[in-house]
T-cell receptor, first 110, second 112 residues
Framework: GQQLNQSPQSMFIQEGEDVSMNCTSS?????WLWYKQDPGEGPVLLIA?????ELTSNGRLTAQFGITRKDSFLNISASIPSDVGIYFC??????????FGGGTRLMVKP | DAGVIQSPRHEVTEMGQEVTLRCKPI?????LFWYRQTMMRGLELLIY????????DSGMPEDRFSAKMPNASFSTLKIQPSEPRDSAVYFC??????????FGEGSRLTVL
């Protein structure tokens, strides 16, 4: 079963607004990853974080690996309609399977 | 480069019929995963292969589900007999590093 708590479950925002979502766990992970799933498609890797405290940007996306290694957040700046989709966090430890959060469904109003 | 290729994209079948889903992973990847996605349960890992060998099948719901990987470029997930509760989107994913998965576009299964 899922062990990551991802919030919020859904967001409905206006185009141009910034978005923030986070993921927490009771367990430590050595790697945090963020995936995006477009409607009707499979999840696609957005950002991978490998070091506690690491802050990584990819265009309008910024993600951070929490110092405790039990949390991560993803920010999207100046949202656009194509940001619509489901965002999944995932935690990973070597030798183990990826653990996915429940997803944040993002809807953007033009 | 071609990504993970799944077929069929859509399958509608009647309860009791056999369903076979197919996956071609990315060349060079040594790990292959089958996931099931539903609104209620999200993404569930069904089975994981490493170097064509099943490593963890604890997520396979029951004996009606089976998966094979006869070689590095092909895998199948079979449901026999299918039931309406098996309706879901089934994803295949491959990776070289088990954390960074590359997903296929999914096979949407509807069992009537």
């Amino acid at each position: 079963g899922q062990q990551l708590n991802q919030s919020p479950q859904s967001m409905f925002i206006q185009e141009g607004e910034d978005v923030s979502m986070n993921c927490t766990s009771s367990s430590i992970f050595n790697t945090w990853l963020w995936y995006k799933q477009d409607p009707g498609e499979g999840p696609v890797l957005l950002i991978a974080l490998y070091k506690a405290g690491e802050l990584t940007s990819n265009g309008r996306l910024t993600a951070q690996f929490g110092i405790t290694r039990k949390d991560s957040f993803l920010n999207i700046s100046a949202s656009i309609p194509s940001d619509v989709g489901i965002y999944f966090c995932a935690g990973h430890n070597a030798g183990n399977m990826l653990t996915f959060g429940g997803g944040t469904r993002l809807m953007v109003k033009p | 480069d071609a990504g993970v290729i799944q077929s069929p994209r859509h399958e509608v079948t009647e309860m009791g019929q056999e369903v076979t889903l197919r996956c071609k992973p990315i060349s060079g990847h040594n790990s292959l995963f089958w996931y099931r996605q539903t609104m209620m349960r999200g993404l569930e890992l069904l089975i994981y292969f490493n170097n064509n060998v099943p490593i963890d099948d604890s997520g396979m719901p029951e004996d009606r589900f089976s998966a094979k990987m006869p070689n590095a470029s092909f895998s199948t997930l079979k449901i026999q007999p299918s039931e309406p509760r098996d309706s879901a989107v089934y994803f295949c994913a491959s990776s070289f590093y088990t954390g960074e998965l590359f997903f296929g576009e999914g096979s949407r299964l509807t069992v009537l």
